[in-house]
């Protein structure tokens, strides 16, 4: 797809050559190519990329950390973020988001293991969703599959979790699963 204003382009080349040729051959492909490197589009938005194939989130033997490990065997365009969505409900609402660009195998997740009294053992829920800078995000795989799976984890920290307040240009209160945003900005 080319840039609009193709008309305006074909009077500049009529009236002056030299720069309709510059802007046509030069100026309007460099455009083209840088947004296409930034994974961001001069036209709007992109398409989104496809979902991860599957989630595992696996517990370490001892302690109040999980590892959670993408696969994700789709082409995908260079600057693809992976958006990691931690919940202890399955509907992920007022889930904890953190994105890591590029990254399918994350450092370890520290999480508490039981709640502040000490008593009820966190069930934990993953979900990762893919997204490029100009598109919306994917839809979201889930730990477990079609529903989401717990985990539970087997170490000794003990804390009630606050409830995330979204991501990106989702309006803060707990919209979950928007990854970067759906909308250019948020008002």
Known sequence: MSLPGQDLLAQIENDHPKLGMYLRNYLIPAIEQSAGNAAVSP???IAAPAPPESVT??????GDMMQVTVNHTAPVQKGVH??????????MSGAMIEAKPATRAPVHFPLPTYNSGGDTKHKWYVAVQTQYPGS??????YHGGAAPASVTLNGTAAADVQPGSGSGTAT???QTLVGLGKAQIRT
Do not use: F, L, M
């Not at 989130?57 to 001892?62: C, D, I, K, L, N």
């Open 43 to 45: 036209h709007g938005k």
């Open 57 to 62: 989130a696996t517990p370490a033997t001892v």
């Open 82 to 91: 992976y958006i990691y969505s931690i919940a202890n409900n399955p509907q």
């Open 136 to 141: 919306d995000p994917s839809a979201a795989t």
């Open 172 to 174: 803060n209160g707990g």
